[in-house]
């Protein structure tokens, strides 16, 4: 049965991104982990909290990223150890997952739904160890859940909605862009709850997708974006990972070069990646509340109340999804009506699409 969970608003939210002061995991298994040699208080005792990114790494400036914010945070509140394994490759997966059941980490988060086949292969070897994974639902053989998977998943749709809103009501030539990573049932939310969104305002909209298959392939995002913006786009919304960080050295150059165009983020506020010399690219961001959730099944676990074989989805309603806090180039008309959308959507009104059929017809219902 699907459970939804209150979001933390206290101190995971004061959690900045605190890459810079820690290295990647070596391959050593005796590595000393991240949190160091600090002793761990009598409340916690020896509990760790550990994650295996996927091929973005963990300074993706998306959701491996903040996945790692959430743990360091947990690590500071409550002086356990964490630690993370980069994944290289997507044959890293496996091996990764299995290192940490060896050390026998309490509980192993999985992050991207990439490791859905891994993670099922991994806990069903090692039904007493705790696992978590980020974006997707993983079922056994027989289709039941896995005991000991926490499945943590968001309504990207409903931010995505948002975002949609606030592209539409400030593109200047009626067009704007998606860029996929790989094409699948999750970029597919991302996708669809963005188009609904511009449709939404404005149906005569123009709306441009396209995959690049890939979530680390900047090169491949700046080639898509220089045709998207070149069609005439003026506002392109990624959810395509690292692939994403060509979109906005595509829309810098431009910019530079006194275009008008707007790249939308993803996963975390994505300003500061916007910014160049003479302004800032980056319209808005959708959120996408991966560290309070990573933190809140951590927390969760040290306390007794493992939530395995679960689903966890985090929306509006939990504050897990939504638009930056950065709107400096959004229109105070755009904020507004974003607010308004929120109290639809929340409220029942609009039953936000997740796959291609919704969305069409969402689109017959407008």
Same mark, same amino acid.
Not at 178 to 205: C, H, M, Q, Y
Not at 225 to 230: E, F, H, K, R, S
Not at 242 to 266: C, H, P, Q, S, Y
Not at 281 to 300: C, F, H, N, P, W
């Given at each position: 049965?699907?459970?939804?969970?209150?979001?933390?608003?206290?101190?995971?939210?004061?959690?900045?991104?605190?890459?810079?002061?820690?290295?990647?995991?070596?391959?050593?298994?005796?590595?000393?982990?991240?949190?160091?040699?600090?002793?761990?208080?009598?409340?916690?005792?020896?509990?760790?909290?550990?994650?295996?990114?996927?091929?973005?790494?963990?300074?993706?400036?998306?959701?491996?990223?903040?996945?790692?914010?959430?743990?360091?945070?947990?690590?500071?509140?409550?002086?356990?150890?964490?630690?993370?394994?980069?994944?290289? @490759?997507?044959?890293?997966?496996?091996?990764?997952?299995?290192?940490?059941?060896?050390?026998?980490?309490?509980?192993?988060?999985?992050?991207?739904?990439?490791?859905?086949?891994?993670?099922?292969?991994?806990?069903?070897?090692?039904?007493?160890?705790?696992?978590?994974?980020?974006?997707?639902?993983?079922?056994?053989? @027989?289709?039941?859940?896995?005991?000991?998977?926490?499945?943590?998943?968001?309504?990207?749709?409903?931010?995505?909605?948002?975002?949609?809103?606030?592209?539409?009501?400030?593109?200047?030539?009626?067009?704007?862009?998606?860029?996929?990573?790989?094409?699948?049932?999750?970029?597919?939310?991302?996708?669809?709850?963005?188009?609904?969104?511009?449709?939404?305002?404005?149906?005569?909209?123009?709306?441009?997708?396209?995959?690049?298959?890939?979530?680390? +392939?900047?090169?491949?995002?700046?080639?898509?974006?220089?045709?998207?913006?070149?069609?005439?786009?003026?506002?392109?919304?990624?959810?395509?990972?690292?692939?994403?960080?060509?979109?906005?050295?595509?829309?810098?150059?431009?910019?530079?070069?006194?275009?008008?165009?707007?790249?939308?983020?993803?996963?975390? @506020?994505?300003?500061?990646?916007?910014?160049?010399?003479?302004?800032?690219?980056?319209?808005?961001?959708?959120?996408?509340?991966?560290?309070?959730?990573?933190?809140?099944?951590?927390?969760?676990?040290?306390?007794?109340?493992?939530?395995?074989?679960?689903?966890?989805?985090?929306?509006?309603?939990?504050?897990?999804?939504?638009?930056?806090?950065?709107? +400096?180039?959004?229109?105070?008309?755009?904020?507004?009506?974003?607010?308004?959308?929120?109290?639809?959507?929340?409220?029942?009104?609009?039953?936000?699409?997740?796959?291609?059929?919704?969305? @069409?017809?969402?689109?017959?219902?407008?």
């Amino acid at each position: 049965m699907k459970k939804r969970f209150m979001m933390l608003v206290s101190s995971v939210l004061a959690a900045g991104t605190l890459l810079a002061a820690c290295g990647e995991a070596e391959d050593d298994a005796d590595q000393t982990p991240v949190g160091g040699d600090d002793e761990v208080t009598e409340e916690t005792g020896d509990f760790s909290a550990k994650m295996v990114t996927d091929t973005g790494g963990v300074d993706d400036r998306s959701f491996n990223e903040s996945a790692w914010d959430g743990l360091q945070q947990f690590e500071e509140d409550y002086d356990v150890e964490v630690d993370y394994i980069q994944s290289n @490759d997507a044959s890293d997966y496996m091996p990764n997952l299995n290192r940490l059941a060896r050390e026998g980490t309490s509980i192993s988060f999985a992050i991207g739904f990439l490791m859905e086949d891994d993670i099922r292969t991994v806990a069903e070897q090692n039904p007493e160890q705790h696992f978590a994974i980020v974006d997707t639902v993983v079922e056994g053989a @027989d289709g039941s859940l896995v005991p000991n998977i926490a499945n943590i998943t968001f309504a990207e749709h409903e931010g995505s909605f948002l975002v949609g809103v606030v592209a539409a009501m400030q593109t200047e030539t009626d067009h704007v862009g998606f860029i996929g990573g790989v094409e699948s049932p999750l970029i597919k939310k991302f996708e669809n709850g963005f188009k609904a969104g511009v449709k939404t305002v404005n149906p005569d909209i123009e709306i441009s997708v396209q995959y690049a298959q890939d979530f680390n +392939d900047a090169s491949r995002g700046q080639q898509i974006a220089d045709t998207l913006y070149g069609n005439g786009a003026d506002v392109i919304y990624h959810a395509a990972g690292g692939t994403g960080n060509g979109l906005f050295t595509e829309a810098i150059d431009r910019a530079r070069g006194g275009e008008n165009v707007w790249v939308i983020g993803v996963d975390q @506020d994505q300003h500061a990646q916007g910014e160049y010399s003479d302004g800032n690219v980056t319209l808005t961001s959708m959120v996408k509340r991966v560290d309070q959730a990573v933190y809140q099944v951590a927390e969760q676990t040290m306390n007794g109340d493992y939530p395995g074989g679960e689903i966890l989805e985090f929306g509006l309603e939990e504050q897990g999804v939504g638009i930056a806090e950065t709107t +400096d180039n959004v229109s105070e008309e755009a904020l507004e009506a974003v607010e308004d959308y929120i109290e639809q959507i929340m409220n029942g009104d609009i039953d936000v699409p997740e796959t291609d059929d919704a969305y @069409d017809d969402f689109l017959g219902s407008l």
